[in-house]
């Protein structure tokens, strides 16, 4: 019977395609991973790992056991972290996943207010977009997804994990927290960009301007929203580094959508410039936990905290 540890390993592995690396992932020997995996593939008579070059690659009963690992290891996780919140009264560590703009003001006044109220509560962060930040959830590499989505009735297509309403999330618990709008960078010399503009900008005037886009959830959206101005946007630059994108646009290399709560951040005296678009564009941000961990205190006081949050940051990017 394979143990625990040894579903650990070889989650590493898979992950790493190295056992050098998933060695110094676990604090192992690469001799002694090695040897693990070569014990579990005698328990289970066949190959689970094959060469290909300088990396390791699944063999189709790997593939298999990946998956199984990751919901066998997951279950556990989440068992072990209710109990331990059962026993230790909320302390703890929760995980939350995120996106990178929610750190700029979302997450470091919930930690602030969390620590305040359980100063034993650990919470740690993990950047990842909401595709990505759902499935850790899901394989129990995290207690918390902070999430969006564009609630005007689009699923934009390639690597979008949907709407929060969609069947994607239907097994989850949804904490919706606000919507924040979305607005336009525009280099400060642009010719939209005067400071006497005040009126929101449409978005058919900026058909053939260069553009530069985000995750690829982002970019989804900006083609759907550009098609619907009857024009195809060409996009030029694609980076999920906020700064990056501020540094092109300050350049006159592009322009871009951006959200209130990544413009939030920027200096006061701002290097670009940013209007409203019309008609309004919005996204929601929304928190995701499995519905058995919302029994978990730590889990509840984090979520509680991202709510009792949200007036403040609403405040914030509404300046």
């Known amino acids: 019977m394979l143990e625990i540890r040894q579903l650990k390993i070889f989650r590493a592995v898979?992950?790493?395609?190295?056992?050098?690396?998933?060695?110094?992932?676990?604090?192992?020997?690469?001799?002694?991973?090695?040897?693990?995996?070569?014990?579990?593939?005698?328990?289970?008579?066949?190959?689970?790992?094959?060469?290909?070059?300088?990396?390791l690659q699944l063999t189709e009963a790997?593939?298999?056991?990946?998956?199984?690992?990751?919901?066998?290891?997951?279950?556990?996780?989440?068992?072990?972290?209710?109990?331990?919140?059962?026993?230790?009264?909320?302390?703890?560590?929760?995980r939350i996943a995120a996106f990178p703009s929610a750190y700029s003001l979302l997450l470091p006044k919930t930690i602030a207010g969390v620590q305040a109220a359980q100063p034993k509560l650990r919470v740690t962060l993990i950047e990842a977009e909401p595709p990505e930040a759902v499935s850790m959830l899901r394989t129990?590499?995290?207690?918390?997804?902070?999430?969006?989505?564009?609630?005007?009735?689009?699923?934009?297509?390639?690597?979008?994990?949907?709407?929060?309403?969609s069947p994607?999330?239907?097994?989850?618990?949804?904490?919706?927290?606000?919507?924040?709008?979305?607005?336009?960078?525009?280099?400060?010399?642009?010719?939209l960009a005067g400071t006497a503009r005040t009126q929101p900008l449409k978005?058919?005037?900026?058909?053939?301007?260069?553009?530069?886009?985000?995750c690829p959830q982002c970019r989804a959206h900006l083609v759907d929203v550009c098609k619907e101005a009857d024009f195809h946007p060409e996009i030029d630059y694609t980076t999920e580094n906020f700064a990056a994108v501020v540094g092109l646009v300050a350049e006159g290399l592009g322009v871009a959508l951006a959200t209130e709560l990544a413009i939030s951040g920027l200096p006061a005296a701002g290097v670009v410039r940013s209007l409203p678009l019309e008609p309004a564009m919005e996204r929601r941000i929304s928190a995701v936990t499995l519905p058995k961990m919302e029994a978990v205190p730590a889990v509840d006081a984090v979520i509680r905290q991202l709510r009792a949050t949200t007036p403040l940051i609403e405040a914030a990017v509404a300046r």
Request: charged residues 25%.
């Open 14 to 55: 898979a992950r790493s395609g190295s056992f050098s690396a998933a060695a110094r992932t676990l604090g192992y020997t690469q001799p002694a991973i090695s040897q693990q995996i070569k014990a579990m593939e005698r328990t289970l008579g066949t190959a689970l790992v094959m060469r290909s070059g300088n990396r």
């Open 62 to 94: 790997g593939d298999a056991l990946s998956r199984y690992a990751a919901t066998i290891l997951g279950t556990m996780d989440a068992a072990e972290a209710e109990i331990r919140a059962l026993t230790e009264l909320r302390a703890g560590r929760v």
């Open 168 to 191: 994607d999330y239907a097994d989850l618990s949804v904490h919706t927290l606000f919507t924040e709008r979305l607005r336009v960078l525009l280099p400060p010399r642009h010719r």
């Open 203 to 214: 978005l058919a005037e900026l058909a053939g301007e260069r553009w530069i886009a985000g």
């Open 140 to 165: 129990g590499e995290c207690e918390i997804a902070l999430v969006f989505d564009y609630p005007a009735g689009r699923v934009p297509d390639g690597e979008s994990a949907g709407e929060v309403g």
